[in-house]
């Protein structure tokens, strides 16, 4: 029997927080069943998510970062662009494409700050997962039930 695959991709910045994500990924779906990409930063994902999606091999998509207000740019246009864009690749290719990104109107980098982000990407991570395995199960039966 051939395992499902799932594919994970996780921006660098404030990793530290973003593996969070990863962490309750996999708390659902077995490490073995995901193969984890690292990016730079939020932006570089949706490609890497279409890219993903499109090879054939994954169920489905995550994506995980943390965008915050870095001062020069306004996070609120990272933010929209990146999920507007993993939400293209899911459309486009027909695997569904799962956003973790968070986007804080407050955060410091304190251990308060931190810790609190780092508990709720791990609550994402596992929202993440369970989407993933229902979306994947819907879509099965739906499969089944167009067959002759």
Not at 7 to 15: E, L, Y
Request: contains cysteine; hydrophobic residues 45%.
């Amino acid at each position: 029997m051939t395992r499902t695959r799932y594919a994970f991709i996780r921006a660098g910045w404030h990793g530290e927080i973003v593996n969070a994500a990863l962490e309750g990924f996999c708390e659902i779906i077995s490490r073995e069943d995901v193969d984890v990409f690292d990016v730079p930063g939020a932006f570089e994902m949706p490609l890497l998510a279409r890219d993903l999606a499109a090879g054939g091999k994954y169920a489905a998509v995550a994506a995980a970062a943390f965008v915050v207000d870095g001062g020069i740019y306004r996070h609120e246009f990272v933010a929209q662009a990146v999920v507007d864009g993993l939400m293209r690749a899911g459309l486009d290719t027909g695997v569904p494409v799962l956003s973790v990104s968070l986007t804080p109107h407050q955060y410091q980098d304190t251990a308060h700050h931190n810790a609190i982000f780092r508990a709720h990407f791990v609550e994402k991570g596992r929202e993440a997962a369970e989407a993933a395995l229902q979306i994947t199960e819907t879509r099965r039966r739906l499969g089944e039930a167009a067959q002759p």
